[in-house]
């Protein structure tokens, strides 16, 4: 269910300072590559809110939030698992270890990070484009 987007202060008195910082980074590293369709949600029983990344009807990845958390989730087809798992090694232990750690659904392999800083910033751009080539210039 879309909702009007949060304002800021909102989000640090939710996420904590830090981590509304590691948000709007997130948002920066994506949006400096992709030209996306962007949609505030209610987050579910687990978090409070959900901000999409979509374009033509797919979704590229979903940022959430909650008390002292946000989680940065994408979903991986068939392909892209394969793909992954062809360079796996490119990619940091800590990556591995949740990308391991994830559900396969019918539809796909739900990765959900949950950053707590910078760090696994270069990974998720790699996976990011494994799902999608950037379409900015």
């Not at 949060?6 to 904590?16: C, H, R, S, V, Y």
């Amino acid at each position: 269910m879309q909702i009007t987007q949060p304002k800021d202060e909102d989000l640090i008195a939710l996420t904590g300072r830090q981590l509304f910082t590691v948000w709007t980074g997130l948002c920066k590293v994506i949006e400096s590559k992709y030209d996306m369709e962007r949609q505030w949600n209610k987050g579910g029983k687990a978090w409070k809110y959900e901000y999409k990344y979509r374009r033509g009807g797919k979704t590229l990845c979903a940022l959430y939030a909650r008390e002292n958390c946000i989680g940065l989730m994408m979903i991986f087809g068939k392909t892209e698992r394969e793909k992954f798992e062809s360079e796996r090694n490119q990619y940091s232990s800590e990556t591995q270890k949740v990308y391991d750690s994830a559900t396969v659904y019918h539809d796909g392999k739900w990765v959900m990070f949950k950053p707590v800083d910078t760090t696994l910033f270069c990974d998720m751009e790699k996976l990011l484009l494994l799902k999608r080539k950037p379409n900015k210039k």
